[in-house]
């Protein structure tokens, strides 16, 4: 139990080109969802979390207009990098707590490897 | 808020050896989880230990909550634990978005 998935699992794109990254829960039900961000031999740093129904809270530093959020339901997020340039490219983790759990333990998909020519 | 450090930075054993893996937190956290990072990218939950001690085959984990500190154990380490272990906490409610320590980088070798 307790799968995330993050589609697609890597995606190479033009520099100037917009490109979205889906979070789905299979198994549960998630009103909270957060997006990280972890570069080369670095940790994981949070850049929003998103809550279903309303706008998503973005970490200071993430520029909101370029990071495009959408939390359409309790199974689904997702991330849209717009006009993407090579300092974008980076590998982009979603995480997520079941509402059963009270919101304690995160799971976490399997990430998406983004490149930016 | 809320600091996490992780010791060693990097540590390499001969398989079959004992390591211990420490995270050092900065405030009182309602949420602990220790991760291992396969070279795939893939976070896979080791434990989730706020405080207390857990077991799962080679793996332990102590979490002092008093002392802000909590203790993965590796026993009889095996070429396949090698990777980065991550300590995360989250403070307050349920619900906060968890905090990453740098990580460990374990290489175990044959």
């Known amino acids: 139990g307790a799968v995330v998935s993050q589609h697609p699992s890597w995606v190479i794109c033009k520099s100037g080109t917009s490109v979205k990254i889906e979070c789905r829960s299979l198994d549960f039900q998630a009103t909270t969802m957060f997006w990280y961000r972890q570069f080369p031999k670095q940790s994981l740093m949070l850049m929003a979390t998103?809550?279903?129904?309303?706008?998503?809270?973005?970490e200071q530093g993430v520029e909101k207009d370029k990071f495009l959020i959408n939390h359409a339901s309790l199974t689904l997020s997702t991330l849209t990098v717009t006009s993407a340039h090579p300092e974008d490219s980076s590998f982009y983790i979603c995480?997520?707590?079941?509402?059963?759990?009270?919101?304690?333990?995160?799971?976490f998909g399997p990430g998406t490897r983004l490149t930016v020519l | 808020g809320i600091q996490v450090e992780q010791s060693p930075p990097d540590l390499i054993l001969q398989e079959g050896a004992n390591s211990t893996l420490r995270c050092n937190f900065s405030?009182?956290?309602?949420?602990l989880q220790w991760f291992h990072q396969n070279p795939w990218g893939q976070l896979i939950n080791l434990f989730y230990?706020?405080?207390g001690t857990k077991q799962n085959g080679r793996l332990s984990a102590t979490t002092v909550a008093t002392e802000r500190y909590s203790l993965l154990y590796i026993s009889s380490s095996q070429t396949t634990d090698s990777g980065v272990y991550f300590c995360a906490v989250a403070a307050n409610q349920a619900g906060t978005a968890l905090i990453f320590g740098k990580g460990t980088t374990l290489s175990v070798s044959s």
């Open positions: 998103s809550n279903e129904g309303s706008k998503a809270t973005y």
């Open positions: 405030d009182s956290v309602n949420n």
């Open positions: 230990i706020p405080s």
């Open positions: 995480s997520a707590s079941p509402v059963t759990s009270g919101g304690d333990t995160q799971y």
